[in-house]
């Protein structure tokens, strides 16, 4: 669904990211592990063609989308979840959740909103209240679910389980993994909680210092102890 070829991100003669690859099946979640400072949070913008300036190729359902604004990738069905959620802070929870419709500029037709409520409780209950009273973790809830309401094909997510309460974690994750079984939607999700990480994916890619070090599944993953521990420190 989403191939990325010799991927490289810069700021000025700053290079960031370096010569990734990666590729993400349709329907399917693929972990982007690594540390603080790792590339994770540049390779996701780089796709989405917000901020560094890029080299390489990124391919969406076999089209060359490299040069393509942010706003039409989003038309074409790419969701993206910030770090910083970018809640509007004096709308309600409703009002917020409405502002996803628009990104699937006919595309296909978005969720209904008391679906979507139906699917994040949590936000049900608060649905009136502006997004500005809500806590970090409502409002994490409110930036997934705000991306979900333009029936996305492909999420790429930064870090949504960081700094959250462990029970909070737990909910986001059963969302999210439940949401997009149903619907075969792709995820890309850059994170450091293995165990979010894992629940959510399939397959696992490591990046350190912006290059990918590992790449394969989770099962993969837990015969490399001396990777796990190099760049991980687990």
């Given at each position: 669904?989403?191939?990325?070829?010799?991927?490289?991100?810069?700021?000025?003669?700053?290079?960031?990211?370096?010569?990734?690859?990666?590729?993400?099946?349709?329907?399917?979640?693929?972990?982007?592990?690594?540390?603080?400072?790792?590339?994770k949070t540049t390779t996701l913008?780089?796709?989405?063609?917000?901020?560094?300036?890029?080299?390489?190729?990124?391919?969406?359902?076999?089209?060359?989308?490299?040069?393509?604004?942010?706003?039409?990738?989003?038309?074409?069905?790419?969701?993206?979840?910030?770090?910083?959620?970018?809640?509007?802070?004096?709308?309600?929870?409703?009002?917020?959740?409405?502002?996803?419709?628009?990104?699937?500029?006919?595309?296909?037709?978005?969720?209904?909103?008391?679906?979507?409520?139906?699917?994040?409780?949590?936000?049900?209950?608060?649905?009136?209240?502006?997004?500005?009273?809500?806590?970090?973790?409502?409002?994490?809830?409110?930036?997934?679910?705000?991306?979900?309401?333009?029936?996305?094909?492909?999420?790429?997510?930064?870090?949504?389980?960081?700094?959250?309460?462990?029970?909070?974690?737990?909910?986001?994750?059963?969302?999210?993994?439940?949401?997009?079984?149903?619907?075969?939607?792709?995820?890309?999700?850059?994170?450091?909680?293995?165990?979010?990480?894992?629940?959510?994916?399939?397959?696992?890619?490591?990046?350190?210092?912006?290059?990918?070090?590992?790449?394969?599944?989770?099962?993969?993953?837990?015969?490399?102890?001396?990777?796990?521990?190099?760049?991980?420190?687990?």
């Amino acid at each position: 669904m989403l191939s990325v070829e010799n991927l490289e991100a810069y700021y000025g003669t700053n290079y960031i990211v370096q010569q990734i690859s990666l590729h993400i099946p349709e329907g399917k979640g693929v972990a982007l592990l690594g540390r603080n400072g790792a590339g994770k949070t540049t390779t996701l913008k780089a796709i989405m063609g917000m901020g560094p300036k890029i080299k390489g190729a990124v391919n969406f359902k076999g089209r060359d989308i490299t040069n393509c604004k942010t706003y039409q990738k989003a038309r074409m069905g790419l969701g993206f979840v910030p770090e910083d959620r970018r809640i509007y802070q004096e709308l309600s929870v409703t009002d917020n959740l409405a502002v996803g419709r628009y990104a699937t500029a006919g595309r296909t037709e978005p969720f209904a909103m008391e679906y979507v409520l139906e699917t994040f409780p949590l936000l049900m209950k608060l649905r009136n209240r502006k997004g500005g009273q809500l806590s970090g973790g409502e409002q994490q809830m409110l930036t997934v679910a705000r991306t979900f309401m333009g029936r996305p094909e492909l999420v790429l997510m930064d870090e949504p389980a960081e700094g959250l309460a462990p029970l909070i974690v737990k909910e986001l994750a059963m969302v999210i993994r439940g949401f997009c079984q149903k619907w075969n939607m792709a995820i890309l999700l850059a994170e450091q909680n293995l165990w979010f990480s894992r629940y959510c994916t399939e397959y696992v890619y490591l990046i350190d210092g912006g290059k990918i070090v590992f790449k394969g599944s989770w099962d993969d993953f837990d015969d490399q102890e001396d990777i796990k521990r190099k760049y991980l420190s687990v």
